[in-house]
C-alpha cells in the first residue's frame, strides 16, 4: 500500500502518513484511532509511548 492510499483512506495528506511513518509526526488519538482500525490492530500495538 502506498502512501497516498493509506492517506486516502484516512482522509489526511501523504505528507502526514509520512510526518507519522519516520516520527517527525505523533498523531492525534481520533488519527491514532482510526489507524489501528485501519489495520485491525490495537493502538498501541502500532503506537509505542517511548
Known sequence: MSQR???????????????????????????AIAIGRFFHRPVEEIFHAD
Open 5 to 31: 492510499e493509506l492517506a486516502e483512506a484516512l482522509e489526511v495528506s501523504r505528507q502526514t502518513v509520512n510526518s507519522i511513518e519516520t516520527g517527525r509526526y505523533d498523531p492525534s488519538l481520533p488519527l
